[in-house]
């Protein structure tokens, strides 16, 4: 089946430095893929790549054309792009003086005809992705006026108004309380037909996502040599390891399963020879 989003060799350079090398991925059609490791390793890089913000230094991006192929990301337009696919950054500093009606209303301008905006059915949309986000009732609040975890939902909630079958979320869950971490990423996987986002809770990582992709150095090598990007992915259970966990996020782990519901946590612990004696 033709993957939603395929990476083939991609090496992406930041600030002069390449900061992933070689990286082939497939995002399955359908599937919630999710990105973890280290502050620094390249996620959101990785992330910026496959939405097409990050044009990479080599290799192609490439997303399924609706016909079976794939086409290069590049050879899209802008406004086709943001039909396919939301991407919805870390931070967002564009939009504070905007009421919240306004901002998530920005996220209809790819899926209307120009001037053609404004209407009765775009509105409900707007109220709708508000409401999946427990906004609804904000919807004329500056947003600037909100607090950090009301304004990512409403970030959140522009993407949701995007409509788009691929959704790419830049760490979702940063800002907001445990019940809407949850309920954030399953609205989205609701909505969405694919979905991939970059996450630092691990455990929720373990029980969210059908698959993970872990971005970090190579086994033996520091921090300031050579990156590695993807060093592993897979089923979630095999990705978060201990083993991986340990050398790749210098913890120690242990995946038990819930005492009342079919799934398994991960608990963090030191690294037993850092632990105290
Ligand atoms: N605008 C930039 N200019 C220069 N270097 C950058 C820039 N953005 C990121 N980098 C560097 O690229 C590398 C990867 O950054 P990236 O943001 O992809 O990491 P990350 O895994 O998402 O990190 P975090 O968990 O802290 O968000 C880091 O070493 C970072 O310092």
């Not at 399955?28 to 913000?53: E, H, P, Q």
């Not at 691990?202 to 040599?225: E, N, P, Q």
């Not at 996020?249 to 946590?265: A, C, E, N, R």
Request: aromatic share 2%; net charge neutral.
């Amino acid at each position: 089946m033709t993957p939603a989003l395929r990476l083939h060799d991609v090496s992406a350079r930041m600030g002069g430095r390449t900061v992933l090398r070689g990286v082939d991925l497939d995002v399955a059609d359908g599937s919630r893929l999710g990105i973890v490791g280290v502050n620094g390793a390249g996620k959101t890089t990785l992330l910026r790549v496959l939405a097409g913000v990050l044009r990479p230094s080599s290799g192609t991006a490439l997303i399924a054309d609706g016909r079976g192929g794939l086409i290069d990301l590049r050879r899209l337009p802008n406004r086709e792009r943001a039909r396919q696919l939301a991407y919805v950054p870390q931070e967002d500093v564009t939009t504070s003086e905007l009421r919240v009606g306004e901002m998530v209303t920005l996220g209809r301008v790819p899926q209307t005809r120009p001037w053609a905006r404004g209407g009765r059915a775009e509105r409900d949309l707007v109220l709708d992705a508000l409401d999946a986000v427990g906004l609804a009732g904000r919807i004329d609040t500056v947003a600037d006026q909100l607090s950090g975890g009301e304004r990512r939902r409403a970030v959140l909630a522009r993407g949701l108004a995007q409509q788009c079958p691929t959704v790419l979320l830049d760490e979702p869950t940063n800002h907001l309380d445990v019940a809407w971490q949850l309920d954030l990423l399953e609205v989205f996987a609701t909505r969405a037909r694919t979905l991939v986002a970059t996450v630092h809770d691990l455990d929720l990582a373990l029980r969210f996502f059908d698959r993970l992709a872990l971005v970090g150095w190579r086994a033996g090598s520091d921090r300031t040599s050579e990156p590695a990007g993807i060093v592993a992915v897979g089923p979630p259970a095999e990705v978060l390891g201990a083993h991986h966990v340990e050398t790749h996020f210098g913890v120690g782990s242990v995946q038990v399963p819930h005492p009342d519901l079919p799934q398994h946590h991960l608990l963090i612990h030191p690294r037993k020879d850092t632990s105290p004696a």
